[in-house]
């Protein structure tokens, strides 16, 4: 994906290398690596967009169970995406007066 001065690839290594020293640079404590790019650039674009499906695609998950768990959204966010891309989102839930906890979303991640 990343070419050298040179034409040839970059080492995955390198790319690591360079992100940690930018980040140290910036100022920034917490550990940089190339995979927290992919994980912020999902959760943004889902919290923007709401197209979960959209993510899916992009990020090459064939379930979108996947997409939800890699992308460390809570419950509720997910809920609200949920309740305005489904079809049948607007039908009320069997079970008068449930409201999803944290506890319901335990072990997800």
Aim: no cysteine.
């Amino acid at each position: 994906m990343f070419v050298g001065q040179r034409g040839g690839r970059v080492a995955a290594r390198t790319i690591q290398q360079r992100l940690s020293k930018l980040a140290k640079e910036k100022g920034i404590s917490q550990r940089v690596y190339p995979h927290l790019l992919r994980h912020s650039f999902a959760s943004h674009l889902l919290e923007s967009s709401g197209n979960l499906r959209a993510v899916q695609e992009m990020l090459g998950h064939e379930n979108v169970s996947t997409t939800q768990i890699y992308t460390h959204l809570d419950f509720q966010h997910l809920a609200e995406v949920y309740d305005r891309a489904h079809p049948r989102a607007k039908q009320k839930s069997k079970v008068k007066g449930f409201v999803p906890t944290e506890a319901d979303n335990s072990g997800r991640e």
